[in-house]
């Protein structure tokens, strides 16, 4: 059930009754919370048998650190493989890492599938031979927050848990200060899918080793949100032997350009996230084949790529002073223009792509003649204009409308779409010289003696209902 349980089962403890309830289930979200772990939560665990959820919320392991901790009986083993719980929280406990290596194995009679470590201190250094050829049913670990992941720099460690770490498909270790990762970790991870490294001490030099040769082949998903990474071409190199990687997340870390690099990147790559990342111009090369980016909270003064297969693009919060020729981008479903200084919305290349359903451009200094408010406005109309619509919309220019809701323009047929006034325009004008050849073909006629005339007895008014009435 949880490295807790099993040790308290471990100890033989789990008949001893908690004088008070340490236990609390919540029946909406399947969760239940233990607080303070030490033997006495034993007696309070029956209340999380129909959670799908338990977290194990402080304590101190320590004093358990020398107990001896015989195998489990069938009985025992039973109970384990009839729980239904998937996930265990151990947050804010401090753990003895032989404790840790010692209990870990039981988990391998439960249905627990994501084993998460928030704010824990491991101590000392674990023992893990008894992991040797162990399978568990852990696919997804998480390290948040931790002193000492037990996990990262001992070799021994991981060649114990190598039968077990080689199924693992998702790991994450963030906010950890981790600051490298040896090459010999990145092999054992056969199968791993999403590595979250986020808000650690990662620079451009442990990224090499960490993404060595054969180090994480099935890797798809990889995070280095807000570490210290600098070089947006040494990243490049580093990552560009993960053939499978799809969505990387480069976000918050302060990246320059290296003038002189030819590294391509996985052409496998669809997300790639470079949102505040101090960027003053749209690095390259960018992943062939992207179907998201995210430039946004960054120094951008103009965007100039093309890349057919984008379908989200992200330039919030920049000094955008144009929107980039949306033509480049004929899949493009989702744009994002918020917090720019871009003055209009070319609004007839917008309503031209087919597939452009989400558009927010709030907070720029729209220029409210014509064309700006009218394109607004059509977007808005079709349901396109996402969060901030109206309130967030205001006009710049024209004097006469500086500080107008855009919203409120009234947008005037004549000045504003003045294609679709001069055709009508010019229809009238022929219709009405026809009208006149007419009459002056009329006017001979008549003179030349029989004239047609309405049928008598019939007013004018009478003759236009007659006209409106569908006929019998
Ligand atoms: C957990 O321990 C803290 C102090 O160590 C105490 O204040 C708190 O009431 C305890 N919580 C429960 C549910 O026993
Ligand atoms: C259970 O969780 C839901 C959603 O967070 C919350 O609204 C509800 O108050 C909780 N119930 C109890 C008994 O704490
Ligand atoms: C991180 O964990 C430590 C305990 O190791 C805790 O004191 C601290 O509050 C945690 N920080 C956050 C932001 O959760
Ligand atoms: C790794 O673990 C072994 C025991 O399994 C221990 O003897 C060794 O000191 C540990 N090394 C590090 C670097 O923690
Ligand atoms: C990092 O960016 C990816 C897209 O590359 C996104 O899916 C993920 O949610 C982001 N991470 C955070 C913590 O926002
Ligand atoms: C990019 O990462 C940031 C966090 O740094 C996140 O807020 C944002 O949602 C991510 N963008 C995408 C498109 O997932
Ligand atoms: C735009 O700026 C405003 C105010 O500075 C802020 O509240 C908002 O979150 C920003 N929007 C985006 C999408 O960055």
Not at 183 to 197: K, N, P, Q
Request: overall charge negative; hydrophobic content about 40%.
């Amino acid at each position: 059930m949880s490295v807790a349980v099993l040790l308290l089962l471990g100890l033989g403890l789990l008949e001893a009754e908690g004088r008070r309830n340490r236990c609390f289930f919540n029946r909406t979200q399947e969760y239940c919370t233990c607080y303070n772990l030490s033997e006495e939560t034993a007696g309070s665990l029956i209340q999380c048998l129909a959670a799908t959820v338990v977290e194990f919320r402080g304590g101190d392991l320590e004093k358990y650190m020398d107990f001896p901790i015989r195998d489990l009986d069938d009985a025992a083993i039973d109970t384990l493989g009839s729980l239904i719980i998937e996930k265990v929280i151990i947050s804010s406990v401090l753990v003895p890492e032989i404790l840790l290596a010692r209990v870990l194995r039981f988990f391998s009679y439960t249905h627990v599938k994501e084993l998460v470590f928030d704010s824990c201190v491991f101590q000392g250094t674990g023992d893990w031979h008894e992991m040797d050829g162990q399978r568990l049913p852990i696919f997804s670990l998480s390290f948040h927050n931790v002193t000492s992941a037990p996990l990262m720099g001992n070799e021994t460690a991981f060649s114990s848990l190598s039968t077990w770490l080689e199924t693992l498909q998702e790991l994450a270790v963030t906010s950890s200060q981790v600051s490298s990762l040896p090459c010999a970790i990145g092999s054992m991870f056969r199968v791993l899918h999403t590595l979250d490294l986020a808000h650690n001490s990662l620079g451009d030099r442990s990224l090499a080793p960490a993404f060595c040769k054969g180090a994480f082949p099935q890797l798809q998903v990889l995070s280095l949100q807000h570490n210290n990474l600098m070089s947006y071409h040494s990243v490049c190199e580093s990552v560009q032997r993960l053939q499978e990687l799809q969505d990387l997340n480069l976000s918050q870390n302060k990246l320059m350009a290296a003038p002189s690099s030819s590294c391509q990147w996985p052409a496998s790559l669809r997300i790639f996230n470079l949102s505040n990342t101090g960027l003053d111009k749209v690095l390259t090369p960018l992943p062939p084949n992207l179907e998201v980016l995210d430039v946004s909270h960054n120094h951008l003064r103009a965007v100039d790529i093309s890349i057919s297969s984008l379908k989200k693009l992200f330039l919030s919060q920049n000094f955008l002073q144009a929107v980039p020729s949306i033509r480049n981008y004929p899949m493009l479903d989702t744009l994002r223009l918020d917090n720019n200084s871009i003055t209009e919305l070319p609004w007839d290349e917008v309503t031209l792509l087919a597939h452009l359903q989400d558009v927010a451009a709030a907070n720029n200094p729209f220029d409210c003649s014509c064309s700006g408010a009218g394109g607004l406005q059509a977007l808005a109309a079709k349901g396109h204009l996402g969060q901030g619509w109206p309130q967030d919309y205001t006009c710049q220019s024209p004097p006469g409308y500086q500080g107008w809701r855009v919203a409120a323009v009234p947008v005037s047929v004549l000045r504003c779409h003045r294609a679709a006034v001069i055709a009508p325009l010019c229809v009238a004008l022929a219709l009405l010289s026809l009208a006149g050849a007419f009459l002056l073909l009329r006017s001979r006629l008549c003179h030349r003696g029989g004239c047609w005339t309405p049928p008598t007895g019939a007013s004018p008014r009478e003759l236009h209902e007659n006209a409106h009435r569908p006929p019998k």
